[in-house]
């Protein structure tokens, strides 16, 4: 059997491509799974040419993936497969389709997977290639013969991270050279854990994973590790240093092997305060720059999305880390609620902290959160390609072309001395500090955030056009594995 799987594009315009491009790490994963069948993987974010793709392969079944932001993109791809074949087999997973599947209640898709691919991907596709019906495969939205969507059973069935196979990176091999992190390209993305613990309001991961925490052994991590290629590896874990142990162990493992390579991980404070020692080990082997979940300058605004961590904390991470030599790169919540004074506090929070890379999002009510539900009513768009973190979608106490440029100005660069302090210490270089200016002047532009603002937005509202749901789901009310599954509400 071939198959296809399809990382569509994010929408034009702004964005955090500008800072990091990572590979497709989940269609990769999902390829090892079904190492028996002919499967290529499309990224199209750096490769467009699916027409071209589906001649020269003629997949028998094509699976897309897509982030809110891809939603319309992944819905065009799908509808572009269809056209060229009904026959093909279309399926659509992810954080979006588990979240909210009924967006994918259309005509052009056969199958909307929920949660994680490896309970329930094997077995559909084992059930395609024989053509036997899909009621039995697990964790799975099909559509009928008369269009009606069926739900089928869930399975609690714990993913066992330590077996799976290694990532068939070999497939996004011809497009490595466009992956990156920051200033290291090519990068290659590793994954050593699912789920977390903590339950931020304004976070799908929790949401997704339904409360679990699942974690790779040290030695399958380091079976990994091995096999990587570039120089450079981001674990892209939401709490990589959550078990100290683990970690540890890790450490252990990787500098005994004698592996040489750059590290960079996402971790919460509490955890980098809690084990200062474990920094330290770690850059011993490598690590040199950590994404950061800052959040806020105050604790208020961590109050307020559900943040368990104080402002005190976030300091004695930065301080720990920046002992070590560690590269910070900030990530920081901006409440479209704020003040120019508010604004003022975090321009003079990161300057007082020296945090030379910073991630500024806006608070963006994620379709399948705790705040989506919270605060649904006052959104002023359901248009996804909105729902960025970088456009408000919720009203701004500003006028909102005064927001936008007090966000833009966040970006702005004012001193370049903790630029010089890390290229003088080799952590940088000169042409690292040239491409990060060109990143940040990309990002400093406010009349870019209002391109595709919901209420200043001058271009078509949908930035790429939107595929209406499908008119069966305005009347029907399909049943499946004894549950009614109900349309979309009217809106």
Known sequence: MRLLLVQPDAPAGVGFRTVALPEPLHLEMVAAMVPEHDVRILDMRVDH???????????????VTALTPEVYAAQQVLQQVKCFSAEI?????????????KDFFLPQVDAVALGEAEVMFRELV?????????????????????????????????????????????LTESYRNEYFFLFDKPDTSVATSRGCPFRCKFCSVHEFYRGSINQMTPARVLSEI??????HITFVDDNFLMNCRREDTLADLIKSEGIHKRFSMECRADSVVRHPELVAKWVDIGLYAVLLGLEGGGDKMLKDVNKSCTVETNDQAIRILQENGVIIWGAFIVDPDWTDEDFKLLREYVGRRQITHTQFTILTPLPGTELYRDRQEELLTDDYGCFDTLHAVLPTRLPREKFYQNFADLYRQRDIGPYYELVQAGKMT?????????????????????????????????GIDRLPCSPLLETSYPTGAGRNLRPPAPR
């Not at 040419?49 to 699976?63: C, D, H, N, T, Y």
């Not at 087999?89 to 599947?101: K, R």
């Not at 091995?226 to 120089?231: G, K, L, M, N, W």
């Open 126 to 170: 084992e059930a395609v290639t024989k053509r036997r019906g899909l009621s039995g495969v697990p964790n799975l939205i099909w559509q009928n013969g008369e269009g009606l969507f069926i739900r089928n059973a869930s399975s609690e069935r714990c993913v066992n991270l330590g077996s799976l196979p290694l990532p068939c990176r070999d």
């Open 89 to 101: 087999f279309t399926i659509v997973g992810g954080h979006h389709a588990t979240l909210v599947p």
């Open 430 to 462: 000169i042409e690292d500090c040239r491409r990060g200016k060109s990143m940040l002047d990309a990002l400093a532009t406010w009349e870019r955030y209002a391109e595709r603002d919901p209420v200043l937005g001058r271009k078509s509202r949908h």
């Open 49 to 63: 040419r699916l027409e071209a793709v589906l001649q020269s392969f003629g997949p028998e079944i094509v699976a």
């Open 226 to 231: 091995r096999a990587v290629s570039t120089d």
